[in-house]
């Protein structure tokens, strides 16, 4: 409440005084530009103001296996996060490209499979040429102090840090210091660039396999006090698992119909043991496949996510929704600009609900929220970063926060006028073809 003499901000509890306080600064910040005599006292009209969000999970994710950014830009990035009332920054931290968590147990996690071959040179889908001596070697990774800091960074704004450690797909890069936990035990190099179809991935056959996942969960979860880890599950090719003499005795043993079951199968041990620990595991829809355990977040990306969430939300599980052609933003923002895949516009954005139009009150609880994805195979630069995150960060924020009655498109683009102010007055870059 804004009154003649004095603000009064009022919540149940501090994240709510902080989501006021941001209101608060955008309406000083709209009011400084705004107004050429900046030594005047300023001024912000008397209103009252009452607010809450629609959904609880109200997400960012940042790939940084693809492209390495440090610490400075991760606080930035969270900044933007914060100023934007998101509370989750989903940390993509290990992909064929490179692993970039330092885990104790296992140095050469960080020594070899944070590094590859810098080909930046070249387009990335053709960068997994071996006869190209490439421009030295390209990576990085964050120690288990820069992890904390960062943790700490983010609460401090009341922003959950939830680390994606991908298993049992998307970990070529494993295999360049620990081929032993693939099926065949050849030994890899980390992947320059595209690589495709993902056929080399963890051994669900050797019982190895699952203690030396154990061994490097038990450090993240120590960095990490998030309720969630995410485990990945996308777009593992099964092609090694049916060759795998180890593999195919598993299903034997534990009586699985096929190698879908399989996955099934292996990503129940790893949430089991996450549950034993006291954490919930999240996965991208592909978890889905083979059969989906019990009390598993599902991430809803492919297509529309509809159907996906539908079978997760009939077996009781709870659902974020990212869908491809509405929360990806590494897709084009109109026809004409660079990006991957498809076109994902401002207004495709905001006018995107993540509820399904025919879930049912009860159906639509297990709705948590959503968040938009950076994939960053197109995105070399932190500049480039922020271009393809805003503003569509920005629409992203008010389709998570604002009631669907309250949502308004031509109003929403006035808002975002001075916002982009804003943007401008902090040095981001954003693309302002909206």
Not at 38 to 64: A, N, S, T, Y
Not at 228 to 255: M, S
Not at 270 to 289: M, P, R, T, V, Y
Not at 320 to 333: A, G, H, R, S, V
Request: aromatic fraction near 12%; hydrophobic fraction near 40%.
């Amino acid at each position: 409440m804004v009154e003649q003499d004095k603000i009064i901000l009022a919540a149940e509890a501090a994240n709510g005084i902080f989501y006021g306080m941001q209101t608060l600064l955008q309406m000083l910040l709209a009011e400084i530009l705004g107004n050429s005599k900046i030594d005047l006292p300023l001024q912000i009209p008397c209103c009252f103001i009452e607010d809450k969000p629609r959904f609880g999970w109200r997400g960012m994710h940042l790939d940084v296996s693809r492209h390495f950014f440090g610490i400075n830009f991760i606080k930035k990035y969270i900044d933007l996060l914060a100023m934007h009332k998101l509370n989750v920054f989903h940390w993509h931290l290990t992909d064929d490209n490179g692993w970039r968590i330092e885990i104790k147990k296992y140095p050469e996690l960080t020594k070899t499979c944070g590094w590859r071959k810098n080909l930046e040179h070249l387009p990335w889908n053709v960068r997994d040429n071996p006869n190209d001596p490439g421009n030295g070697i390209y990576g990085g990774f964050y120690t288990q102090k820069e992890i904390k800091e960062i943790v700490k960074y983010a609460a401090d704004r009341f922003i959950i840090v939830v680390p994606e450690i991908e298993m049992p797909g998307h970990s070529r890069e494993v295999f360049a210091a620990f081929p032993q936990f693939s099926c065949r035990g050849e030994k890899l190099t980390v992947a320059p660039g595209g690589y495709w179809p993902n056929v080399d991935i963890f051994c669900a056959g050797k019982d190895e396999t699952f203690e030396f996942l154990k061994n490097i969960l038990l450090e993240v979860i120590e960095l990490f006090p998030s309720q969630y880890i995410h485990i990945g599950g996308d777009e593992a090719n099964k092609t090694r698992w049916k060759e795998c003499p180890f593999c195919q005795q598993r299903i034997k043993d534990e009586k699985l119909k096929d190698v879908k079951e399989l996955q099934s199968w292996f990503i129940k041990q790893i949430a089991d043991f996450l549950q034993s620990k006291n954490k919930k595991l999240i996965g991208w829809d592909e978890i889905i496949d083979g059969g989906l355990i019990e009390d598993a977040t599902v991430m809803c990306w492919r297509g529309d996510g509809i159907e996906a969430a539908k079978t997760a939300v009939q077996k009781g599980c709870d659902v974020i929704m990212c869908p491809n052609p509405y929360l990806y933003f590494d897709w084009k923002q109109n026809e004409n600009d660079k990006g991957a895949f498809g076109v994902t516009t401002l207004e495709k954005v905001y006018n995107y609900d993540p509820v399904p139009q025919d879930f049912s009150q009860t159906e639509a609880r297990h709705i948590l929220g959503a968040q938009g994805n950076v994939w960053t195979e197109w995105m070399p630069s932190e500049a480039s970063v922020e271009y393809m995150a805003l503003p569509r960060m920005s629409a992203l924020a008010e389709l998570t926060w604002t009631f669907l009655e309250n949502k308004n498109y031509p109003d929403f683009l006035k808002r975002l006028d001075k916002l982009v102010d804003i943007f401008s007055l902090k040095k981001i870059n954003f693309n302002s073809e909206f």
